[in-house]
Each structure stands twice: as C-alpha cells, then as structure tokens.
C-alpha cells in the first residue's frame, strides 16, 4: 500500500477474461473486480513495461473502462489494478 496524491492506493488483484492471439499477445476484455460486478474494456490505448505505484511491475495496459481511463497490469501471471479501496 502506497500513500498516493494524498490518498491512500492499494493493490487489487482482479480476475481478467482474456483472449490470447495466435500471435501470443494477451487482450484484455472484461475485468471482474468482485462477484457483482464485471466491466467491459472499451480501448486499450498502450501497451507497455511498467511500474505501479503500489509496487509491481510487468505489462501495463492504459485502457478505458467504462468511459474512465485506468491501468491495468500483468504481472508475472496474474492481473492488478491500482485501488482506493483494499
């Protein structure tokens, strides 16, 4: 957990649905961030190595989620996102 903009950022490993090309690239399509609720991804806008601020690194996809600009990360061999809430 990092102290970020004055607000407290944790990280939030979420469930992905995922489709891996024939080319062997991962896109995401959906995040499921709990049981109740699934979000579609509306662009992926980059996609590149990078860091979070809560800690961790891998590929980070600057996407648009539900009209809102987010990252979402693979690291290793799971998916996180950055969170105010645990």
Do not use: A
């Not at 903009?5 to 991962?26: A, P, Q, S």
């Not at 995040?31 to 509306?42: F, K, R, T, V």
Request: net charge positive.
């Amino acid at each position: 957990m990092q102290r970020f903009r004055e607000h407290m950022v944790f990280k939030k490993y979420i469930d992905v649905i995922t489709l891996i090309g024939k080319d062997g690239k991962l896109r995401p399509l959906k995040i499921i961030w709990d049981q109740e609720n699934c979000y579609p991804i509306d662009h992926i806008y980059s996609v590149k190595n990078g860091t979070s601020v809560v800690g961790g690194c891998g590929l980070r996809y600057e996407c648009s989620i539900c009209g809102n600009r987010r990252l979402l990360f693979y690291e290793r061999d799971r998916w996180f996102m950055e969170s105010e809430k645990p």
